[in-house]
Every structure is written in C-alpha cells, then in structure tokens.
T-cell receptor, first 112, second 111 residues
Framework: DVKVTQSSRYLVKRTGEKVFLECVQD?????MFWYRQDPGLGLRLIYF???????EKGDIPEGYSVSREKKERFSLILESASTNQTSMYLC???????????FGQGTRLTVV | SQKIEQNSEALNIQEGKTATLTCNYT??????LQWYRQDPGRGPVFLLL?????KEKRKERLKVTFDTTLKQSLFHITASQPADSATYLC??????????FGSGTRLQVQP
C-alpha cells in the first residue's frame, strides 16, 4: 500500500515562528502536493512539485515556501507563521498526471 | 477561472436508500474526473476515476457518471449504510499537474 506520512498530527506554534511541515511518500511518486483545508473553503492548493527541485505555485502560495531535495520528501515551510495560517494541512502524492492522489493523515496546525 | 461546485448542504438519507451527489464544473474540459471520500480529521481517500469517454463506472455499491456536455458528474451510493456517512469530494486536473477539488458534500446516512 502507498503510504504518505506527515511528520505531525497536531502542532501549536507562536506567531512569527518559522514552521516546517514534513511529508514523505514511499512509492516513488513523481508528483507531490500541499493543500490546506478550511471549513467552507474545501482543499486549496498551496504548492506542488513534479520532480526533485521543481516546484510550482498553487492557488494560495503567499506566506509559504516548499523544498523538494529528494524524490520522496516534500516540505512545506511557513516563513513567519501568522494566525490566519491556522488550518489543516494535507500532503499528497501521485504517480503521474491524471492518476489518483494519495493523502497523508493531515497536520492540524494552530498558530497562537 | 476553473470552478468546481458541489452541493454544500449536507445530504441526509435513510439507510438502504440510494444517495446521489452532484459535481458541476465550468471553464474546462477535463479528460478525467475523480471522487474521494473524507472522514472527519482524516485525509481524503480515492474512490473512483472516470475518463471522458466513459459514461459510467461502477465499483461495488458505487456508481459514477460523467456527462461532458452538461459538465457534470453524479456519484451514487446504492443500498447506503451508516458507515457511508462522510464527506465526498470530486476533483479534476484543470490544465496543471495538480488536482483541483470541490468543497465536498457531507452525506449522513440515518439507521
């Protein structure tokens, strides 16, 4: 079974902190994604990557950056956490375009 | 811009009935459309993928239709059970290499 693992289920950080959310997949997938999910807004794409060291902005990249140094790992970085970044963050991977995505269990981040 | 619409109101049905969820999209002609299930506090789980040249696809009690003229997909769960209660999301690739999701419809199956 494909496994996508996010480093934390719950995280509490202070405003202004630099936050790292880590995601690892074990199926040699080309594509990896970061979404955030908020009530009433659904899943919104932050960034995605289709190859090592490649990244593309999604719909809401402001305040975030990403890193993909190895194929299996995709990190989301909040440069200076703010309270409006309190959300559920979901990492996903897929083998190629038009194939299904596999999601991690999610990280519920609270910024205080 | 690409828009994917799902009924934001929860759907409440009795056990044993067929649940039908709707996904409408605009401004794009996807070759594929996908459906996911999401339980509270968990990541979405893939259910079905349907191609534009497939009018209908089935998997056990699930059935998906895809009408590219109407720009609509219908998702059916027959003989519904309380364990089917969850949020169901439709998703498609909108010309970039990442899925765009609808906001989902919450299904509640009453025993």
């Amino acid at each position: 079974d494909v496994k996508v693992t996010q480093s934390s289920r719950y995280l509490v950080k202070r405003t202004g902190e630099k936050v790292f959310l880590e995601c690892v997949q074990d199926m040699d997938h080309e594509n990896m994604f970061w979404y955030r999910q908020d009530p009433g807004l659904g899943l919104r794409l932050i960034y995605f990557s289709y190859d090592v060291k490649m990244k593309e902005k999604g719909d809401i990249p402001e305040g975030y950056s990403v890193s993909r140094e190895k194929k299996e790992r995709f990190s989301l970085i909040l440069e200076s956490a703010s309270t409006n970044q309190t959300s559920m963050y979901l990492c996903a991977s897929s083998f190629w375009q038009n194939t299904e995505a596999f999601f991690g269990q999610g990280t519920r981040l609270t910024v205080v | 811009s690409q828009k994917i619409e799902q009924n934001s109101e929860a759907l409440n049905i009795q056990e044993g009935k067929t649940a039908t969820l709707t996904c409408n999209y605009t401004n794009y002609s996807p070759a594929y459309l996908q459906w996911y299930r999401q339980d509270p506090g968990r990541g979405p789980v893939f259910l079905l993928l349907i191609r534009e040249n497939e009018k209908e696809k089935r998997k056990e009690r699930l059935k998906v239709t895809f009408d590219t003229t109407l720009k609509q997909s219908l998702f059916h769960i027959t003989a519904s059970q309380p364990a089917d209660s969850a949020t169901y999301l439709c998703a498609l690739y909108t010309g970039r290499r990442a899925l765009t999701f609808g906001s989902g419809t919450r299904l509640q199956v009453q025993p």
